[in-house]
Every structure is written in structure tokens, then in C-alpha cells.
Nanobody, 114 residues
């Protein structure tokens, strides 16, 4: 069964940090680009960051460049999103996705509030 399970979300104050994890199962994780998306209330889902299968190349939305870092551990079938200097506008449900397989995780809520 192909599955992605996110974790690590929560409530944090502005300027704080969180690290999201996404554990993959049921497919050859190390062969695929992985992507993090987010969807804020009333807004469309947007791409946050992506990482190629080796981890050599990464890509970020302009809104998170310099604050978020995507990484992966192929031995653990896991992709991470380190989020620093969080802002109110980062509040959203965060999803990981295997682009080529079209598989989404269930999402994890990140709330930034003072």
C-alpha cells in the first residue's frame, strides 16, 4: 500500500521553528522527487519546496526561501521540512507528495500565532 504520513505540526509563536517529517511506504522512495505543499484557509494549495531523489537539487517558493529547508533521508524513507522564523502567514495544512506517483499525505496542521 502506497502511503505518506506527515507529522511534526503544531502551534508556534512567530519567529519559532518546527520540523515536519513525512514517512513513505509502499514504493521505492529513493527513486522519486518529493514535494511539500501547503494550503491556508480560503486559499489554493501551493508548492513550498521540492527535492530530487538524490537530494542534490532543491527548489523553494519565494515566500519561504532562506527560512525553510527541505531534506531527505533515503535510508529512512523520510523527507523533512525544517521551518525557521515562522510567520503568521505560514499558518496552513502542510502536505507531502510524491509527484510521479501522485500520492499525497493526509496533512499536518501548522499554526503560527502569538
Amino acid at each position: 500500500q502506497v502511503q505518506l504520513v506527515e507529522s511534526g505540526g503544531g502551534l508556534v509563536q512567530p519567529g519559532g521553528s518546527l520540523r515536519l517529517s513525512c514517512v513513505a511506504s509502499g514504493f521505492s522512495f529513493s527513486s522519486y522527487t518529493m514535494t511539500w505543499y501547503r494550503q491556508a484557509p480560503g486559499k489554493e494549495r501551493e508548492l513550498v519546496a521540492s527535492i530530487t531523489y538524490t537530494g542534490r537539487y532543491t527548489n523553494y517558493a519565494d515566500s519561504v526561501k532562506g527560512r525553510f529547508t527541505i531534506s531527505r533521508d533515503n535510508a529512512k524513507n523520510t523527507v523533512y521540512l525544517q521551518m525557521n522564523d515562522l510567520r503568521l502567514e505560514d499558518t496552513a495544512v502542510y502536505y507531502c507528495k510524491c509527484e510521479s506517483r501522485g500520492v499525497w499525505g493526509q496533512g499536518t496542521q501548522v499554526s503560527v500565532s502569538s
